[in-house]
C-alpha cells in the first residue's frame, strides 16, 4: 500500500456554519493530516462517505447539491454553504498563478467579497456529478466558462516530492500534477474555479 501525505493549504473545518439560506448541513471537511488509502492521494473512503460522483472511486454516487445563480457571475450552493465562481479563470494558470488569480479577485471585490480563495479537494469533488452536461463535463450546467479542470489548494508528498491535485470535469475525477511544486510545476497550468464559505 502506498502511504501518502497530504499537505493541505488551509485548516479544513468538522462542520458548516449554520447559514439561514441553507436548506440543510452536511458534513464534509473532517480535520485530516494524511491518506493512506488504495494507491492515490484522495480516500476513496472519503468519497463513498459523502457520496461523491468518481469515476474510479465512486460511480455510482450522486451528491446533492442546490445550486442558485447569483447573477453576478457566481453561484451558490445551499447544502454546503459554499459560494462559486461561475465561469472560472479565462485561461489556464500554474499552481502559483492560481494562488495570485484568487487575490487579484479579492482586490477587485469580485461578487463584492473579499474572502475567495482555492478550492480544496473535497471542496471540488462535491461539484462531480454523473451526468455529462452539454460539454461533456461532470458538472452542473449552471456554470459557465469551458474550464475542463480546476486546481485545488491541496497537495500531496510522493516520495518526497509535493506534487498539485486537481479536479477534471472532464474525466469525472482527481487527478495527480504531472510535475512537482517546487521544480515542474511552476510551468503545468490548468484552470481554476474560486471559491468562498458563506458567513
Known amino acids: 500500500m502506498v502511504h501518502w501525505e ?3 493549504c488551509r485548516v479544513l473545518f468538522s462542520s ?19 491518506y493512506s488509502l488504495d ?18 472511486y465512486n460511480p ?5 447539491n442546490e ?5 453576478d457571475g457566481t453561484v451558490t450552493d445551499r447544502v454546503t454553504g459554499l459560494m462559486w ?9 500554474t499552481f502559483e498563478g492560481a494562488s495570485d488569480y484568487a487575490k487579484a479577485l479579492n482586490a477587485e471585490r469580485f461578487g463584492g467579497y473579499t474572502n ?11 461539484l462531480l456529478e454523473p451526468i455529462q452536461n452539454k460539454k461533456g463535463q461532470h458538472i452542473d450546467p449552471v456554470f459557465a466558462g469551458n474550464i475542463y479542470a480546476s486546481w485545488s489548494c491541496d497537495r500531496f508528498v510522493d516520495v518526497g ?10 474525466r469525472g475525477d482527481v487527478v495527480i500534477s504531472s510535475g512537482s511544486v517546487s521544480g515542474l510545476l511552476r510551468y503545468e497550468r490548468q484552470f481554476v474555479r474560486v471559491v468562498r464559505t458563506m458567513k
Open 6 to 8: 497530504i499537505i493541505s
Open 16 to 34: 458548516l456554519a449554520y447559514h439561514p439560506k441553507l436548506k440543510s448541513l452536511r458534513y464534509l471537511y473532517p480535520p485530516r493530516h494524511s
Open 39 to 56: 494507491s492515490e492521494p484522495v480516500s476513496s473512503k472519503m468519497i463513498k462517505d459523502r457520496n461523491f460522483y468518481s469515476k474510479n
Open 60 to 64: 455510482s454516487g450522486d451528491f446533492a
Open 67 to 71: 445550486f442558485v445563480d447569483n447573477g
Open 85 to 93: 465562481q461561475k465561469e472560472g479563470s479565462p485561461s489556464e494558470v
Open 116 to 126: 475567495w480563495r482555492l478550492p480544496t479537494i473535497e471542496e471540488l469533488c462535491s
Open 161 to 170: 516530492i509535493p506534487r498539485g491535485l486537481v479536479v477534471s470535469f472532464t
